[in-house]
């Protein structure tokens, strides 16, 4: 489709890429200083660095017997939330861990 718009144009040149069409526009906005006078209000471009892709930690949770991709989405989820913060399913474990005998951190 590009050939046909330069054969029908006369341009020779391939039309710009997206990002480079976006360079241009946003150089378009720089203002330089003349004769070392500030400008009253310079226009400041802010711009996101890139979040790279997180690392996935997949994995299965013994709690909601369920396989998961990523261990952070996981464990904000509903179902793993209202198991983890109903007291019932501690009970055997809190009265396990009272027949232990562990060391105080006094």
């Given amino acids: 489709m590009n050939d046909m718009r330069a054969a029908i144009n006369g341009d020779r ?41 997180k690392e996935l930690k997949p994995g299965y949770c013994e709690n909601c017997r369920d396989k998961f991709e990523d261990f952070s989405e996981h464990i904000l989820s509903r179902k793993h939330r209202k198991f983890a913060l109903t007291p019932d399913n501690w009970k055997e474990l809190d009265e396990l861990l009272v027949q232990l005998d562990r060391p105080r951190k006094d």
């Fill in 13 to 53: 040149a391939p039309p710009p890429r997206a990002a480079k069409r976006k360079a241009q526009e946003t150089l378009g906005f720089i203002h330089e200083e003349e004769d070392g006078q500030r400008p009253l209000k310079r226009s400041v471009i802010i711009r996101k660095k890139k979040v790279g892709e």
